[in-house]
């Protein structure tokens, strides 16, 4: 089936920021469609966002020459080619832009297109994209990880840390992970108001951290889970995204938590967050070192790394490269999973075959800065990507997702499974994580 056309478009993600939209036509009319999400802690080793730079128009930020691009360049090269040859595609579209890290074209403009010749192609089959995606892997419903409180470049730094996020271990169905978190988020909600703290949520949904510390934020959202009648470390965990890279100074060496006037050297980090695991049952700690601090992720990963999900986001960025290198030095068990780090859907099924074969957990995950596709809860379904990370529980950007999550389990039944934190091998949910819970 040919591609005939493609055309591109601004229009506006869930910060109000224009963002690309795609739409590809193949010889039988039939269209598809690519939305391209942006973030705001963004690592240094990704695939470039091309953005005009014009300051005239939307402060710099409108994506005019990415649109360019795809009606141009894209469209002239991929124009005849096989809709259902996604491989052969994206590899085109890596070719035709040359650069390490897709800087000429757009890594928005690539994955633009790379996503929308999948939907199209997945209209073609009349399949979901998680259908046509799959490639024999047992699909599985995801293990949400969903915030209730969100920090940093999310919440203009009112603590330090990004997300603290609940993960239902004791789940015994997806649909039950989210009855659970939705009784967690309206009982911190609650909570937050009953002290007048409720002052309005974060870039991805979740509540505005009026705490004095970082860890003060940790406690309410322990109050949080306790308050909706759950167990912390049995039917609850805790799964923070650190995002470190957002307050490391490469140049002292040191973690700066701004917010309590503390600084710490790699080596005392690591021991916060040991210290943190140890008071706290968190199954999961995402980037709780920098992405250029190898030695610091390294004593994290000596220390945790049996017993706690260890995430790399900004560390490897998607990037098989980075993640090969990461998985023979041994410095984290799982790997962050976003199409727009590396700009192609084929590069990052790519990744997560690579992290599932050495052993590590793929976590597919949303931006910050998201929209109204849901394309991301297919893919976790496809490659039977054991966790799934969208944000909060809360505005439609995010709720679309775990929606979309709903609606392939009815149409799959029985096709994908629930296998929850048992796809968690360092997760020891119950009592002993329960009694470990509060200092
Ligand atoms: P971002 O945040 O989309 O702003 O980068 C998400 C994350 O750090 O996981
Ligand atoms: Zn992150």
Redesign the pocket.
Same mark, same amino acid.
């Given at each position: 089936m040919q591609i005939t056309d493609i055309s591109a478009f601004q229009v506006f993600d869930s910060r109000g920021r224009p963002t690309i939209e795609v739409d590809l036509t193949l010889s039988n009319g039939i269209h598809g469609r690519g939305l391209v999400p *942006? $973030? *705001? @802690?963004? $690592?240094q080793f990704e695939a470039l966002e091309l953005r005009d730079g014009d300051a005239s128009r939307y402060r710099g930020r409108s994506v005019y020459k990415a649109i360019d691009h795809v009606q141009g360049e894209i469209a002239r090269a991929l124009r005849g080619c096989d809709v259902f040859m996604q491989r052969e595609l994206d590899s085109k579209l890596i070719a035709l832009d040359g650069t390490e890290n897709k800087s000429r074209l757009g890594a928005n403009a690539i994955l633009g297109v790379s996503l929308a010749a999948v939907d199209a192609a997945a209209r073609c089959r009349n399949q979901m994209p998680c259908e046509y995606l799959n490639d024999g892997t047992p699909m599985t419903l995801p293990l949400p990880e969903i915030q209730i409180m969100g920090g940093g470049?999310?919440a203009n730094h009112a603590i330090d840390i990004?997300?603290i996020m609940v993960m239902a271990v004791g789940a015994s169905s997806y649909e039950q992970t989210l009855e659970i978190t939705h009784n967690i988020y309206h009982a911190t909600a609650e909570l937050l108001a009953s002290r007048n703290l409720l002052t309005g949520i974060a870039?991805e949904g979740g509540f505005w951290p009026s705490a004095r510390t970082n860890q003060a934020a940790l406690d309410i959202c322990m109050e949080g889970i306790e308050r909706a009648g759950y167990t912390p470390g049995v039917e609850v965990a805790l799964s923070l995204?650190i *995002?470190a890279s957002d307050f490391y100074d490469p140049g002292k060496g040191v973690y700066e938590f701004r917010c309590e006037g503390r600084s710490f050297d790699a080596a005392a980090f690591c021991e916060l967050m040991a210290d943190w695991c140890a008071r706290y049952p968190i199954a999961a700690l995402?980037?709780p070192a920098a992405d250029t601090d190898t030695k610091g992720w390294d004593m994290i990963c000596s220390e945790l790394g049996a017993r706690v999900t260890l995430i790399g986001?900004?560390l490897f960025v998607t990037n098989v490269a980075r993640i090969k290198k990461g998985i023979n030095e041994k410095i984290a068990n799982a790997v962050?999973i976003?199409l727009n780090q590396i700009g192609t859907v084929t590069e990052t099924i790519d990744a997560i075959e690579l992290t599932r074969k050495a052993g590590w957990l793929p976590v597919i @995950? *949303?931006? @910050? $800065?998201e929209t109204e596709d849901a394309f991301i809860a297919h893919l976790a379904v496809a490659t039977g990507s054991p966790i799934l990370?969208v944000g909060s529980f809360a505005r439609s950007e995010r709720m679309v997702k775990w929606n979309e999550v709903l609606r392939i389990s009815r149409r799959l039944g029985a096709k994908a499974s629930f296998r929850g934190a048992a796809m968690m091998p360092w997760h020891t949910a119950g009592p002993q994580r329960a009694r470990q819970a509060r200092p």
């Open positions: *942006a $973030g *705001a @802690s963004t $690592g470049a999310h990004q997300d870039d995204d *995002a995402e980037d986001d900004d962050l976003k @995950s *949303a931006r @910050s $800065g990370k």
